[in-house]
Antibody
Framework: QVPLQESGPRLVEPSETLSLTCTVS????????FNWIRQPAGKGLEWIGR???????NYNPSLKSRVTMSLDTSKNQFSLRLTSVTAADTALYFC?????????????WGQGTPVTVSS | ELVLTQSPVTLSLSPGERATLSCRAS??????LAWYQQKTGQPPRLLIY???TRGSGIPDRFSGRGSGTEFTLTISRLEPEDFAVYYC??????????FGQGTKLEIK
């Protein structure tokens, strides 16, 4: 399994941009795909998108217009930007990974970081 | 758009009993079906992938099966630590990860 640690602001104002970072182990960057998944309190899981290096980036169609993911290999960090947030974006945000080539399941998860959208 | 419907929403059983959780797909899917366990305050934990293969370190009381649109997760004899929420998940080559809404397994 791959150690993953999410970080970022816990409070974001409506209409602003949510920015989160997932710190990953250096060894895994070239062998794993990294995903963002979110979970509103008391609700289910929603896949946001994934990256494999910088050559393979995919987003959930329902969020695609507002999502950008990036990878900083020098810092071993995988990032999420979600623009024009509303209260509906309030959730626990997880970083999760899978070994590239076998990404039908996610076998490593961070602990998650809570984000509240409120003024 | 694929929808995964899990049933029941809540399952009340006692330790030692057998649990059967269902995941129904809105259209026929391949074997890319996984199951996760989530306890309060924790991230999901992979239990089963490829419909029936147990993840690393998962006890053999957990088993998965199914095909087409009907999939099940069975816990043969419930242990106290098994009471949690369970999610099924499908991966498509779009790519897209779709999760079911979850089944809460609670102590009766």
């Amino acid at each position: 399994q791959v150690p993953l640690q999410e970080s970022g602001p816990r409070l974001v104002e409506p209409s602003e941009t949510l920015s989160l970072t997932c710190t990953v182990s250096g060894d895994s960057i070239s062998t794993h795909s990294f995903n963002w998944i979110r979970q509103p309190a008391g609700k289910g899981l929603e896949w946001i998108g994934r990256m494999y290096l910088t050559v393979n980036i995919n987003y959930n169609p329902s969020l695609k217009s507002r999502v950008t993911m990036s990878l900083d290999t020098s810092k071993n960090q995988f990032s999420l930007r979600l623009t024009s947030v509303t209260a509906a974006d309030t959730a626990l945000y997880f970083c999760a990974s899978c070994r590239w080539g076998r990404c039908d399941y996610l076998d490593s998860w961070g602990q998650g970081t809570p984000v509240t959208v409120s003024s | 758009e694929l929808v995964l419907t899990q049933s029941p929403v809540t399952l009340s059983l006692s330790p030692g009993e057998r649990a059967t959780l269902s995941c129904r797909a809105s259209q026929s899917i391949t074997g890319y079906l996984a199951w996760y366990q989530q306890k309060t305050g924790q991230p999901p934990r992979l239990l089963i992938y490829g419909t029936s293969t147990r993840g690393s370190g998962i006890p053999d009381r957990f088993s998965g099966r199914g095909s087409g649109t009907e999939f099940t997760l069975t816990i043969s004899r419930l242990e106290p630590e098994d009471f949690a929420v369970y999610y099924c998940q499908h991966y498509s080559n779009s790519p897209m990860y779709t999760f079911g809404q979850g089944t809460k397994l609670e102590i009766k």
